[in-house]
């Protein structure tokens, strides 16, 4: 008897198919028909009437079914499959919108789409449709109403779509049906270029588990030898960033934290938790754009950024920008260097606090000026606002780079970066000298989640800015000389790793020099083998990288445990204070420890007891 039959082809040198026709009941192998002619290649895919058929440059549809995927990270997700983790999968079922009021179904069950649409909308490299035939005494609208029900929770939970196991899927399925007449039919296409991009990445990925700008550099060539679309790459490259295990935790507190926004306005706590995450996200090179995309998935009226009144800075805002179209006075003689520098610290303000307001009153303001501009030929006002937004794009680039270096671990900087922020900070200063240093430079030493390394690139960068304007140091010497600091923190990280990984083997006393001067030697061999004989380790990198693991066996051992048992949180400062590591990294030993002795913790209760009035004045940027 035969319960399912197979078939795989390759319909386009872009999309291959794999069909499977499943059921109890003995099953016709004549389930489908090949079209073909000089100008059109067709397949179609037949169950009791309902059918889906491939044709050259879209899919056609009709029937009992629908379209299920594996979610990719920085697509866009509805709030309800977001405030639930165990969601892992799209599900659009034919004839179906999404109403004011919730799915709406209708007994039109026919449809198209393009794989251009498919791939874009759905994921990037594997879609399944999916045709049921049941003999269910009910109308088509009532039918997919029913399937919705019985395999809503199935679909949307299951992990064969994204594992592309479509036996066991078809297996799940018609359990769940739990009708011994019921057929099924699944066709998944698969992009192949996307999913040789994908899996190139990934190979990439998983043998250094980092990710940075020459990272970037390397798997784009490749998408460009195989012509990957643009926004593809992007996707791709982000879903593998995101399913790493150490980067999903940062990912997952933050959705959690947003879902429970959807809920209940955040208090400054856990938007200080926000703050932190994303600066720990840059240390293990996630794009803040992830973070910005969950932050657009809140709902307006419930959305942390916003608040229920204005604030005091956005409504000063509004002020001055309504200047420009509702005072008489010339838009120059409104709007001029003191309040060009308010605008300035608003946005840093409204930056950090999470508060989209600024972002609505300047899209009100721009549009405004635009009409009005249209209406009177006149635009001056128009002009100069775009000369202000053009201000805070100069203030987000130097705040970028400075950024960069204090939250990236190993972050390097370009002359052309140099270059740029030297720019960026001569057109700021000519509105207010103070505003680069208050705004840029200021918030990074004030920071808590600053990187020790970084905090040096960042302040060796600003005398050299200092020196440069002053022409006793030129460009290249200033890159030179902060990313020979980043060399020196790349080989103390390094050497830590490797410190790690012979104590994991092998014992030794470290009140011995003799022991010492073994586990040196060891260390130095790793590091000739793996930056080559030539290499020289900057001076003092095996005694600074020593150093940070006794410590963090230390806080491991010793320290935590007491902050557990006694809720002190003052020691957690006091260790950090005076052993100099960071905090991002003292976070990850406490999860670790939790996570070994089965300690659970959540979202509020990871959160270091800080002063968060005070670190809400910081940047994540």
């Known amino acids: 008897m035969i319960k399912d039959i197979r078939l795989h082809g390759r319909h386009s040198k872009e999309v291959e198919f794999f069909a499977n026709l499943a059921g109890e009941k003995p099953l016709s192998s004549h389930f489908y028909e090949i079209e073909k002619d000089k100008d059109q290649n067709k397949i179609s895919f037949f169950l009791a009437g309902n059918y889906i058929t491939l044709t050259n440059d879209k899919i056609l549809f009709s029937g009992t079914g629908g379209i299920i995927s594996e979610y990719m990270f920085g697509s866009p997700l509805p709030l309800n499959d977001l405030t639930h983790k165990e969601i892992q999968n799209r599900l659009l079922l034919f004839g179906t919108r999404q109403g004011e009021s919730g799915l709406e179904f209708s007994s039109n069950l026919r449809g198209e789409i393009t794989y251009k649409e498919l791939f874009l909308e759905g994921n990037a490299i594997s879609n399944t449709f999916f045709l049921i035939k049941v003999n269910w005494p009910y109308s088509l609208r009532r039918t997919q109403e029913v399937v919705l029900k019985i395999l809503g929770k199935l679909l949307k939970r299951t992990p064969y779509v ?10 799940s399925i018609l359990k769940e049906l739990s009708d011994p007449d019921a057929l099924l039919l699944l066709i998944r296409l698969k992009h192949r270029t996307n999913s040789q991009f994908y899996k190139f990445v990934q190979r990439h990925y998983s043998k250094k588990k980092l990710w940075n700008d020459e990272d970037e550099k390397f798997v784009m060539k490749f998408a460009d030898e195989i012509n990957v679309e643009e926004y593809q790459r992007r996707r791709i490259v982000i879903d593998i960033l995101y399913k790493s295990q150490e980067n999903r935790a940062i990912v997952d507190e933050y959705k959690d934290i947003l879902a429970f926004a959807s809920s209940a306005p955040l208090d400054s706590n856990k938007i200080a938790r926000l703050n932190s995450l994303r600066n720990l996200a840059m240390r293990h090179n996630l794009p803040l754009a992830l973070f910005d995309t ?16 204005e604030s005091k800075s956005l409504k000063e805002m509004r002020s001055i920008l309504e200047g420009l179209f509702l005072s008489s006075a010339r838009p120059r003689d409104v709007i001029g260097k003191e309040e060009l520098s308010k605008l300035l610290k608003i946005k840093h303000e409204a930056h950090i606090n999470r508060d989209n307001g600024f972002e ?18 006149d635009f001056e006002a128009f002009e100069l606002f775009t000369e202000i937004v053009t201000y805070f794009d100069r203030l987000d680039n130097a705040m970028n780079v400075i950024n960069h270096l204090a939250f990236l671990e190993e972050a390097e900087i370009s002359e052309d970066k140099i270059r740029s922020l030297l720019g960026n900070k001569k057109l700021l200063d000519e509105i207010d000298p103070k505003i680069f240093n208050e705004l840029v430079i200021e918030p990074i030493f004030q920071n808590s989640y600053s990187l020790r390394f970084g905090k040096k690139k960042v302040e060796l960068l600003v005398n050299a800015i200092s020196k440069i304007e002053k022409n006793e140091m030129n460009i290249s010497q200033a890159a030179f000389q902060i990313n020979a600091i980043a060399n020196a923190e790349r080989a103390h990280n390094f050497m830590l790793e490797k410190i790690k990984e012979i104590f994991s083997r092998f014992y030794f006393d470290l009140s011995k020099q003799s022991h010492i001067s073994i586990l040196k030697k060891e260390v130095y061999g790793l590091v000739k083998k793996n930056f080559g004989e030539e290499y020289r380790s900057p001076e003092g990198a095996f005694e600074s990288a020593l150093e940070q693991f006794i410590s963090e066996n230390e806080y491991l051992t010793s320290v935590f ?15 950090i204070r005076e052993k100099n590591i960071d905090r991002s990294r003292i976070e990850e030993i ?12 959540n979202a509020e209760n990871s959160i270091s007891h800080l002063n968060f009035d005070e670190i809400l004045k910081f940047t994540d940027n």
Do not use: C, M, V, W
């Open 294 to 309: 969950l932050d657009n998935l809140i709902p307006k009226a419930k959305d942390l950024l916003y608040k229920e009144k």
């Open 162 to 171: 994204g594992e592309e196991n479509d036996d066991a899927l078809s297996e």
């Open 561 to 575: 445990p007491r902050i557990i048992a006694e809720h002190n949180d003052t020691l957690r400062e006091q260790f």
């Open 360 to 377: 609505h009153i300047l899209l009100d303001t721009g549009r405004i000026l635009d009409e009005k501009a249209a209406e009177t030929e």
């Open 590 to 601: 406490e999860k670790e420890y939790k996570r070994g002795n089965r300690i659970e913790e």
